[in-house]
């Protein structure tokens, strides 16, 4: 399902003129170096084409016939490779190898044949010099020449009277289409397409899986004996075509590319969706997940407002609402990718879905925060020391698959961020979020007539436990920052985690404190009301519990957070 996906979304780009898919046989790589060659074949400059600094440094990218899977044998790319391959000058290897890596490099020019072409005349002339005539020749254009060779980045060549590379040339294109047709191997039946067609034994590399190795690695691979069956080798285990194998390497790598926009970052998921035809959703659905650009802080936010009001009005139109729409997590594994997560669902199945993740993590919450809050923010809050790497490795995709197929969250996601509660002594707005999420959901699997047990702010009339002693703790702590202004450490700082946990141990001892701090209250009125407040609470709340379990613990963190929100909430002079 996930080739056949991919293989389709590939079919619809490469119909697009303005999509630059690579067709068959061909990618687009990065070239960061072009020599430029005149008519004989002496070249006159070296050029580079790096655009950007620092870390958005980026070499211009070329349509180049596909690149070959290279192992620890021998075996070059067709007018273009690394420096090595192309020159024949050792940069990084043994002289003797560089000498036959540079002859594969000229074979494959061979191969081509009589072309009518004077860029590749060039090239071929240029070829025939002898390799230290070449290297004075080029030694003589001094810093692009040193950083070259500093770099061994790829190469390719130029014609002075041509503004574009040889490889763009209608003969050479049609040579190179010629000689990289099929070679009658394996011949059988495509498990993708359900064709004929000539097997591909090695599948070409996935490059921009974070985490992977960065010249690629597999989906489908078979590297050892153990995996093999019925004695077959390599990529027969699995049949896929080569035009089906091309389609879905070519397809995944272009979603994976750095700039697309059709990727983010899930954890340790390098994630990609797409859909079976262009919708606005597919060009939206980063925007609900990843982080606002910082020149763009409400992008997000403007995103998942648009998709309610499209769900709510009906907006969203009929035949987009019946596309399919797919969702992909990728990541590293020793030797292959593995895929943490696979979503296959309707454009709007997956709508509404988005929105009722949304609407479960609203929560009040202070002016200056922002109104949605993305995927990474929430995970990050559960995360020890605020660091993307100490989330766990699995929470990620398992989260992201509960969003996107309507699930209860994980148990995980809700331990994670009561403990990072307890362990920093503080309810912050995106752990609130998560915590009414997770409760909300799982209550509403448990007991499909209760829509929402907690709200999205205070609530008097939740008569929970957790929740109510979650006010109390709360109320104590704002008569004792009232009663000593400017107070280094509150009662949260010292108690939060004991009396969300073991309410026994702490609250007959803060009930008391709490008559102390009340008498230093100048002004009777707001001593009263506290009073009266704490009355309130105290009425849903019989003995004080031994113990809270971990979902009275999260309701504990929601009642504590509702109520310190609602006292630094302005309130009408009606209320």
Same mark, same amino acid.
């Given at each position: ?28 790589? #990065? ?15 070296? #050029? ?18 596909? *690149? ?20 024949? +000058? ?13 002859? *594969? ?41 040193? $950083? ?38 394996? @011949? ?23 985490? *992977?190795?960065?010249?690629?690695? &597999? ?14 080798? $390599? ?12 389609? @879905? ?34 060009? $939206? ?21 648009? %998709? ?13 609402? $019946?596309?399919?729409? @797919? ?9 292959? =990718? ?52 100490? =989330? ?16 209860? @969250?994980?148990?995980? %996601? ?18 609130? *979020? ?15 007539? +209760?829509?929402?047990? %907690? ?6 009339? &939740?008569?929970? =436990? ?15 920052? #009232?009663?000593?202004?400017? +107070? ?20 007959? &001892? ?18 009263? &009301? ?5 009355? #309130? ?18 309701r504990f963190a929601i009642g504590y957070y509702h109520q310190m929100q609602d006292f630094y909430t302005k309130k009408d002079k009606s209320e």
């Amino acid at each position: 399902m996930i080739l056949q996906a991919l293989k389709e979304y590939y079919d619809r780009k490469v119909a697009d003129p303005d999509s630059q898919m690579a067709p068959a046989g061909w990618e687009w790589k #990065e070239i960061p170096f072009i020599v430029i060659l005149d008519d004989q074949g002496i070249p006159v400059a070296i #050029e580079t084409t790096y655009e950007g600094s620092g870390k958005s440094r980026r070499a211009k990218p070329f349509l180049v016939p596909q *690149a070959v899977k290279k192992t620890s044998g021998i075996a070059s790319n067709l007018l273009w490779d690394n420096p090595e391959y192309v020159l024949g +000058i050792p940069i990084k290897g043994r002289r003797d190898r560089v000498a036959t890596q540079h002859a *594969a490099f000229k074979k494959r020019i061979e191969e081509l044949g009589e072309v009518s072409d004077p860029g590749l005349a060039a090239v071929k002339k240029f070829m025939a010099l002898p390799v230290p005539n070449r290297q004075s020749l080029l030694k003589e254009h001094g810093e692009p020449w040193d $950083q070259l060779i500093a770099e061994g980045a790829n190469l390719t060549f130029k014609l002075t009277n041509q503004t574009d590379i040889v490889l763009a040339s209608p003969p050479v294109k049609a040579a190179i289409n010629k000689t990289s047709s099929p070679q009658p191997a394996a @011949y059988s039946i495509c498990s993708i397409t359900g064709e004929k067609d000539f097997l591909e034994r090695l599948h070409a590399p996935i490059k921009g899986v974070w985490g *992977a190795q960065s010249s690629g690695a &597999n989906i489908v691979s078979f590297n050892l004996d153990a995996f093999k069956s019925f004695g077959k080798d $390599q990529g027969a285990n699995a049949p896929v075509g080569k035009k089906a194998a091309f389609a @879905y390497t070519t397809a995944l790598n272009r979603l994976l590319a750095k700039d697309s926009k059709q990727r983010m970052q899930v954890g340790d998921a390098s994630t990609v969706f797409w859909s079976e035809k262009t919708c606005e959703i597919e060009q $939206q659905f980063s925007d609900f997940f990843s982080e606002p650009p910082k020149d763009d802080p409400d992008r997000g936010t403007r995103a998942v407002e648009s %998709l309610f009001k499209a769900v709510q009005t009906g907006a969203l139109p009929v035949q987009d609402s $019946q596309l399919r729409f @797919y969702v992909l997590g990728l990541a590293p594994n020793a030797s292959r =990718i593995a895929v943490r997560f696979w979503i296959a669902d309707t454009v709007g199945g997956m709508a509404g879905k988005i929105c009722r993740h949304f609407d479960d993590i609203r929560i009040t919450h202070g002016p200056k925060d922002r109104d949605t809050l993305s995927l990474f923010r929430l995970l990050i809050s559960t995360a020890a020391q605020g660091k993307s790497e100490n =989330i766990p490795p699995n929470l990620a995709g398992d989260t992201m698959r509960a969003i996107l197929e309507g699930l209860p @969250y994980p148990k995980t %996601l809700l331990q994670a961020a009561v403990r990072r509660n307890r362990a920093e002594q503080e309810v912050t707005y995106p752990r609130a *979020a998560l915590i009414k999420a997770c409760l909300n959901r799982s209550t509403r699997f448990t007991n499909p007539e +209760i829509k929402e047990e %907690l709200k999205m702010s205070l609530d008097p009339s &939740n008569t929970n =436990i957790g929740y109510r002693l979650g006010r109390l703790f709360a109320v104590l702590e704002k008569i004792q920052s #009232e009663a000593s202004p400017g +107070i280094n450490a509150t009662i949260r700082d010292r108690f939060y985690g004991a009396a969300s946990g073991t309410p026994v141990t702490v609250f007959g &001892n803060l009930m008391r404190l709490k008559n102390h701090h009340l008498a230093k209250l100048e002004n009777a009125g707001r001593r009263v &009301n506290l009073e009266r407040l704490i009355g #309130e609470i105290m009425s849903g709340i019989g003995d004080f519990p031994a113990h809270l379990p971990l979902a009275d613990q999260g309701r504990f963190a929601i009642g504590y957070y509702h109520q310190m929100q609602d006292f630094y909430t302005k309130k009408d002079k009606s209320e």
